[in-house]
């Protein structure tokens, strides 16, 4: 390794990854999942969340992040991308679906991640996969 | 019992009457500088002589959500009046320092990102009031960014129609085809707001929806 190399690893500022299983928030408030999810994130962590937030719950992740800008030192929002495994749907997938998203009171079938815009640079999103481009 | 089954019959009729010529209110969402304010100032000038807000190449351009009320669209015939409103453009992160490399002070630049954060805020705010929404979308960046699929899942989700413009279609770089393949469920339409190019077509599925 380079004396280069070596300095530009030194410069990758500490975090770490985050599993958090759908089980963890299912039966949270929205109010209670956002709080959770932006305590790990202003924890420095890069959070992997099985399943997703509703679009409702999405956008209000979004309104407290801004609120939370200006606010709190060093904070300048956070990073998310969804990805869902199904692809293109028939309407009878679409059917068995909605029915196991009720009966497991989620879509576990999608993963989320958010991470702190202070680490993670940007997500690359592709139907089929995320890239995460990380800050020195 | 009865005068309460005639009063709703009245008040059926009343509402289908006014229906027709209430304003729609026709939302403008986002990310920021796809062209948001350029389509609704094409617009608002074509059929008022007056623009809504000013645009500029520094992201958050608009901070404030604005209107233009009364905005009447002849279109082959067919006339509709709109309710023009022009929201600030939803992102997931606002960094002053951003603002620094187009020779802001940093004071500006903090100043920039503050009511930038409480644009978006209010942007968000007014998803519930809309009737229909056109969703502005660079067609030369990458339409699989989380903000577009947060904010279409909210209309969705409020049973608000949507329209989705594929703007910068005078971009070499523009890939409209990258546009339908992300929004396979939605119609779009490729728009240069900038040059006024294609938007017989705009005009026509924004007629075609408010119907709906």
Request: glycine share 6%; charged share 30%.
């Amino acid at each position: 390794m380079t004396k280069d190399e070596k300095s530009n690893l030194g410069k990758i500022k500490g975090f770490s990854i985050q599993f958090l299983p759908y089980s963890e928030i299912r039966d949270l408030s929205s109010g209670d999942r956002i709080r959770k999810i932006l305590n790990i994130i202003l924890g420095n962590n890069i959070l992997i969340l099985q399943g997703r937030l509703k679009p409702d719950e999405e956008t209000r992740l979004i309104e407290d992040t801004m609120a939370m800008i200006g606010h709190i030192k060093d904070f300048k929002g956070i990073e998310l991308a969804v990805i869902e495994g199904n692809g293109k749907q028939s309407i009878l997938d679409r059917f068995k679906k909605s029915i196991v998203t009720t009966l497991s009171g989620g879509d576990l079938s999608a993963i989320t991640i958010i991470g702190p815009a202070s680490i993670v640079k940007e997500m690359k999103r592709n139907p089929k996969k995320i890239e995460l481009m990380l800050s020195k | 019992m009865e005068i309460k089954i005639l009063k709703n019959f009245f008040k059926r009729i009343f509402t289908n009457i006014f229906k027709d010529k209430k304003e729609i209110k026709l939302g403008f969402y986002g990310p920021p500088n796809a062209g948001k304010t350029s389509l609704a100032n094409r617009i608002c000038k074509d059929f008022t002589g007056e623009e809504i807000g000013a645009v500029s190449k520094i992201p958050h351009e608009t901070r404030k959500v604005q209107f233009k009320e009364k905005v009447e669209i002849n279109y082959k015939g067919k006339k509709m009046v709109f309710k023009m409103i022009d929201t600030p453009g939803i992102a997931t992160k606002i960094d002053y320092e951003d603002f620094l490399k187009y020779k802001m002070s940093k004071k500006d630049a903090k100043e920039r990102a503050k009511e930038a954060t409480e644009g978006i805020i209010e942007s968000i705010k007014w998803l519930d009031d809309m009737d229909l929404v056109v969703i502005v979308l660079d067609a030369s960046e990458n339409p699989y960014n989380q903000v577009n699929i947060t904010i279409i899942g909210n209309l969705v989700a409020r049973k608000i129609p949507v329209l989705i413009v594929a703007n910068k279609s005078d971009l070499r770089k523009a890939n409209i085809k990258k546009i339908e393949d992300a929004f396979p469920e939605y119609d779009v339409v490729g728009i240069s707001a900038r040059y006024g190019k294609n938007l017989e077509e705009f005009y026509e599925s924004l007629f075609k929806l408010s119907k709906k």
